[in-house]
C-alpha cells in the first residue's frame, strides 16, 4: 500500500475514533447530570452550567484531534 493510501487510512480511522470518543464523552456526562438533578432538582442550574462547560471542553479536544487528523493527511 502507498504511502499516501495509508495516510488517508490513518486519518479516516482516526477521525471515526475522535467522534466515537467524544459522543461517549458527551453522552456520559449527560447521564451524570441527569441522574444528579434527578436526585438533587434544587440544583439543576449549576449542574447544567457544569455540563455545558465540560462537553464545551470535550468538543474542544475533539475539534483539536480532528485536525490533527487533517493535518496528517494535508502534510503526508
Known sequence: ?????L???GA???AGLVVIGAGLGISGIG???????GRQPE???TLR????IAAA???GVAF???VICLLILILK
Open 31 to 37: 447521564r451524570a447530570a441527569l441522574e444528579a438533578m
Open 7 to 9: 495516510a488517508y487510512l
Open 64 to 66: 483539536f484531534a480532528a
Open 49 to 52: 452550567t457544569t455540563m455545558i
Open 57 to 59: 471542553l470535550i468538543e
Open 12 to 14: 479516516g480511522i482516526g
Open 1 to 5: 500500500m502507498e504511502a499516501m493510501g
Open 43 to 45: 440544583a439543576a442550574s
